[in-house]
């Protein structure tokens, strides 16, 4: 098995230097993706890339489909914002559209409760 | 047992591969469905044709014939696929392995070679990013007497029409969100020697050739269904269980023989690493459990302007509808 072994030594060498993606993928949001909280007064996501703001974009819709959000989204370097109104409880979708400043294209979705 | 010139040219050739990929600033490809990313799974196709490059290396041993004709064997592979989008949705590919053989026991010397080169072609026919799903059509020729004659290399050119499928699990109910991580993906084909008969006497079989993939996404979980706070390098972890199966179906064949793969795939900045267990589902297709280790590179962001678009007829807007390939 050495040659197993030492093919897995240089892969694992190699892969710890690479540790975030080329595509704009979600690192992280607030609130937390799948979470329970009580009313927020935005949505803020960091991404796992720098973002190019033209084309990128957040929304926030409510169980019924319709779109929450103010619509003022803010695009910065990793992260993108948008500001909310006072929401009453019930689970929202979160949808959002990165393009990474290399031109990749990446979307996604998740829900948030607020209590 | 020591390192043969075969194991470090081996190792050499994938560290030149990896180290192209490091000195790259940018990378990814693949196939998304709606949320789902479907990485590119180890033992099995998946259902996308978009542009590829992968490196794989394998053990197994092999039993002795059924006829004695060949002893039980080590058998090591290095693998390399290249895939390239030609038209929107279609691609054709082509497959090389450098295979070494070594008898176990004494019983001959080892041998070196190319296996026969393989082409490939898939269109993906169908796709329903809200349910994550993809249904795909295409196939194989293994091309007789391209290889090495030293490792006894079909002679006569096989034909393997082949559909592939991916499902993603994300449309289930919230009730049971902890199983929208999972995702299958399968093959379905049946492999056509371009002869029926060998100069010994002995047949070859019509094959029908399956697999499946069953995977659990650590990264769709976290980002799509409920952070639960996984770190790196576990939050870029999908488990995967695979099984690769040949089943004859006529000029007495003999039994199905295959393997069941477990094993683990960590998705990267610039490349996918997996590894996988080759465990046989009977004595016939092997004595011990095997191994695989494969590379996943991207080649569509080393070289974007070349790769990670259709040769003609490129559509800037195809993913807009979130589905298919990522880079457009």
Not at chain 2, 235 to 255: F, H, K, N, Q, W
Not at chain 2, 263 to 271: H, T
């Amino acid at each position: 098995m050495n040659s197993m072994r030492l093919l897995l030594i240089v892969i694992l060498t190699v892969s710890a230097t690479s540790l975030g993606r080329a595509h704009a993928f979600l690192d992280h949001a607030d609130p937390r993706v799948g979470s329970t909280v009580a009313a927020p007064s935005q949505v803020e996501l960091w991404m796992t890339e720098d973002l190019e703001p033209a084309f990128t974009r957040i929304q926030v819709f409510d169980s019924q489909g319709g779109e929450v959000d103010k619509k003022d989204a803010k695009i910065s370097g990793a992260t993108m914002i948008v500001s909310l109104p006072k929401l009453g409880p019930g689970t929202y979708l979160v949808k959002w559209k990165a393009v990474a400043t290399d031109t990749h294209k990446t979307t996604g979705t998740f829900k948030f409760t607020v209590q | 047992m020591p390192i043969s010139s075969f194991h470090l040219r081996a190792a050499a050739f994938l560290a030149a591969v990896l180290a192209l990929v490091i000195v790259s600033d940018r990378l990814r490809a693949h196939g998304f469905e709606g949320d789902r990313f479907f990485p590119p799974t180890i033992s099995t196709d998946d259902p996308f044709a978009t542009d590829e490059y992968s490196i794989g290396v394998s053990t197994f041993n092999n039993p002795v014939a059924p006829d004695g004709s060949t002893p039980k064997t080590r058998e090591i592979d290095v693998s390399s696929e290249f895939d390239k989008e030609i038209f929107p949705k279609f691609a054709l590919g082509v497959t090389g392995t450098y295979t070494n053989l070594q008898p176990q026991a004494h019983q001959g010397p080892t041998q070196d070679g190319f296996d026969n080169v393989s082409f490939s072609a898939k269109y993906q026919l169908f796709e329903d990013p809200a349910h994550e799903f993809i249904f795909s059509l295409g196939g194989e020729i293994d091309v007789g007497n391209t290889g090495s004659s030293k490792l006894g290399v079909d002679y006569f050119s096989t034909y393997t029409p082949e559909m592939y499928f991916g499902k993603g699990f994300g449309d289930l109910p919230d009730a049971v969100k902890y199983l929208k991580p999972f995702a299958l993906t399968g093959t379905l084909g049946l492999s056509i020697p371009g002869e029926t008969s060998n100069a010994d006497g002995s047949l070859n079989p019509d094959d029908v050739e399956w697999g499946l993939a069953l995977e659990y996404s650590i990264p769709y979980l976290q980002q799509h269904v409920e952070d639960v706070g996984i770190p790196h390098p576990f939050a870029d972890l999908i488990p995967v269980v695979e099984c690769s199966m040949t089943s004859p179906i006529d000029r007495y064949g003999g039994t199905t023989t295959g393997t069941i793969d477990p094993g683990v795939m960590w998705e990267g900045k610039y490349l996918q690493v997996g590894a996988e267990a080759l465990i046989p589902v009977n004595k016939t297709t092997g004595p011990n459990v095997g191994a695989v280790l494969q590379v996943q590179i991207y080649i569509d962001d080393i070289f974007p302007k070349i790769f990670g678009h259709p040769v003609f007829f490129n559509d800037e807007n195809d993913d807009e509808n979130n589905s298919s390939n990522s880079n457009k």
